[in-house]
């Protein structure tokens, strides 16, 4: 009997949860540490991600790495969530469409440290151009990082007459787990996730790829996502706006 793939999906999420079970019993703690997602479980997988490497690994296909969002959605988000850490760890400070640096010391990560490095260089410039000047390459940018974390390997994404470059996880099981724990966090209105969580599920929700990730409990999460933001940083609520309506933009200029 043939399978819908949203059956299969289903029942590979029920097969992870009962595989880190003793994890779920244990109360999978995720502890608030800015700019940063933390986890525990029994396969002593990496401890903690960037907001920016937890969206990627989401926005792609968790064993062959292909996008799950088209180029613009893809770059907007990854973009986002890269000024998302800054955000986060109260570095910036975003309001009236502008990006304030209020902590400029140098931050311990390559990739942040240049993105606050430009912003100190050119303050002059609003949100939606450094989103638009940072999608250049902010999903390269952050495949890079995931690679010298050995989290994710480069290979050839053989396709017709050509071969283009592509990023896979090492471990498509963990990969997988990004989605299914953000899931479980929004999806019966219960959940407490932290403001990385809140933020990474605004620019998924942004990004246009909510439902995938939610698929029947999308309605139920929205609500509770929505509870969540009333209650988050303004610079978190602007900086999810403005990647959905660039986002947007695009959508709307591609149909002409």
């Known amino acids: 009997m043939a399978t819908s793939r949203g059956g299969s999906l289903r029942r590979s999420e029920a097969d992870l949860l009962q595989r880190f079970k003793p994890a779920q019993q244990a109360a999978v703690r995720f502890a608030e540490v800015p700019s940063m997602v933390w986890v525990n479980d029994v396969r002593g997988w990496p401890p903690r991600l960037w907001l920016a490497d937890d969206f990627w690994l989401i926005a792609h296909h968790d064993s062959t790495g ?11 988000g990854a973009a986002g969530a890269l000024l998302g850490e800054l955000v986060l760890s109260k570095r910036i400070v975003v309001a009236g469409g502008q990006v304030r640096v209020v902590a400029p ?7 942040a ?11 002059e410039h ?10 250049h ?34 471990d498509s099981s963990y990969a997988f787990w990004r989605s299914v724990r953000l899931k479980h966090l ?22 246009g790829l909510f439902r995938a990730v939610l698929w029947e409990d999308a309605p139920a999460a929205t609500v509770h996502l929505r509870s969540c933001l009333a209650r ?23 149909r002409g």
Request: with cysteine; net charge positive; proline share 6%.
């Open 105 to 111: 010391a140098v931050p311990s990560d390559a990739v």
């Open 137 to 170: 390459d902010a999903d390269r940018t952050v495949a890079a990082r995931l690679v010298r974390a050995g989290l994710v390997v480069k290979g050839g994404d053989r396709r017709l007459f050509r071969t283009a470059a592509a990023y896979r996880p090492v």
């Open 232 to 254: 988050a940083d303004p610079s978190v609520r602007e900086l999810i706006a403005q990647v959905g309506t660039l986002v947007g933009d695009a959508v709307l200029a591609a």
């Open 66 to 76: 292909r996008p799950r969002l088209g180029p613009v959605a893809l770059q907007l």
């Open 126 to 135: 609003e949100l939606r151009t450094w989103l638009r000047h940072l999608s």
């Open 186 to 207: 929004l999806a019966d209105g219960r959940g407490q996730p932290d403001w990385s969580d809140v933020l990474l599920a605004g620019l998924i929700h942004a990004a």
């Open 113 to 123: 440290c240049r993105i606050v490095d430009q912003l100190l260089t050119e303050p």
